[in-house]
């Protein structure tokens, strides 16, 4: 007697079930809809920086796994770590937009160490030894851009 019982509410309970489902399709579609609208109406967030080889036309830059890892590990820093953490860089470009920029312009190990000492001279008590550059006013940081770094080749006349 009790086996019936329980059979008989578990078909219920299916049933039950399936129209609450068929019920909530229609309604489901158009809540997937609403939160589509709305999100084409919010702004796209102006610090979000992109990921390292996002442009690049290189499929083997794209797909290698070293870059993947690098690439991710920049990316998750600088949208995710670096809005938590607000630190402040002496430099300008920031010390993570110039290692992306020093990976990409000069390959994955010269641009890591032009990061390390970067990174490296990034803090107060190296800033003391800065008095002898110029202050970029606009953004009270000191330039260093990534062109400082590529070796200049001099042609000697005979």
């Known amino acids: 007697m009790q086996k019936s019982v329980n059979r008989s509410l578990y078909i219920i309970f299916i049933l039950v079930s399936g129209i ?7 309604r489901f579609e158009q809540d997937i809809e609403s ?13 979000r ?6 442009n690049e036309p290189s499929l083997l830059k794209k797909i290698n ?28 470009p920031s010390c993570s937009e110039f ?21 490296n001279r990034c803090n107060r008590i190296a800033g003391q030894d800065l008095k002898h550059y110029d202050l970029d006013i606009s953004t009270n940081r000191y330039p260093d851009p990534i062109s400082r770094y590529k070796k200049a080749y001099f042609h000697y006349e005979k």
Request: charged share 15%; net charge positive.
């Open 35 to 47: 939160i589509y609208n709305l999100s084409s109406k919010i702004p796209p967030d102006p610090f």
């Open 65 to 92: 796994p070293v870059n993947i890892i690098f690439g991710s590990a920049l990316y998750v820093y600088q949208n995710v770590l670096s809005k938590h953490i607000s630190a402040d860089c002496l430099y300008t």
């Open 99 to 119: 290692s992306k920029q020093a990976i990409r312009e000069y390959g994955l190990l010269k641009g890591i160490l032009l990061s390390v000492d970067r990174i």
């Open 49 to 54: 920086r992109p990921y390292i080889y996002h």
């Open 20 to 26: 609450n489902c068929l019920a909530q399709t229609s």
